[in-house]
């Protein structure tokens, strides 16, 4: 299946997100593969729970730090003009397997407000000894395309 989207930013057609016949479908909220034709790259630090005070927020909480990181994501790419749209790729870690079905349930809830096409960028979950903090139990390091 193969289908495009441009970033929400009023740009179209520089990215297409797709699942190419013949691998297996995604195991959650993310995609494949994703073809840019970009005339910019944006690489954003890993993404952390933190707010604008450089307060942790939601301490033992994955979808609280979750919620935060997203915001500071979107803070992020609109400082560059960007939007979720444009995300191409994200990286996260994880300090726990256990974590796995609890940030499972997050993207199944919250994706599609982020992405209401429904195509979510391609993502590598890593799961990690720790973070920066000991309270961080996520990180997330998005790259996107800007047209």
């Known amino acids: 299946m193969t289908t495009s989207?441009?970033?929400?930013?009023?740009?179209?057609?520089?990215?297409?997100?797709?699942?190419?016949?013949?691998?297996?479908p995604p195991l959650g909220q993310y995609t494949h593969i994703a073809r840019v034709k970009p005339s910019e790259l944006l690489f954003i630090a890993g993404t952390l729970p933190v707010n604008a005070r450089g307060?942790?927020?939601?301490?033992?909480?994955?979808?609280?730090?979750?919620?935060?990181?997203?915001?500071?994501?979107?803070?992020?790419?609109?400082?560059?003009?960007?939007d979720l749209g444009n995300v191409v790729q994200f990286t996260t870690y994880l300090v726990s397997e256990d974590l796995i079905p609890e940030l499972m349930e997050f993207r199944k809830r919250r994706f599609p407000d982020f992405f209401p096409d429904g195509k979510y960028p391609p993502n590598t979950l890593l799961i990690v000894n720790r973070?920066?903090?000991?309270?961080?139990?996520?990180?997330?390091?998005?790259?996107?395309?800007?047209?």
Do not use: C, K, W
Request: proline share 6%; hydrophobic share 45%; net charge negative.
């Open 131 to 147: 973070l920066v903090h000991p309270e961080f139990l996520v990180e997330v390091q998005p790259i996107a395309a800007l047209p």
């Open 55 to 82: 307060e942790s927020v939601g301490e033992g909480d994955l979808s609280a730090q979750m919620e935060q990181i997203f915001a500071n994501m979107g803070d992020a790419l609109a400082s560059a003009g960007a």
């Open 5 to 24: 989207r441009g970033a929400t930013n009023g740009s179209s057609g520089f990215l297409n997100i797709y699942n190419p016949e013949g691998v297996s």
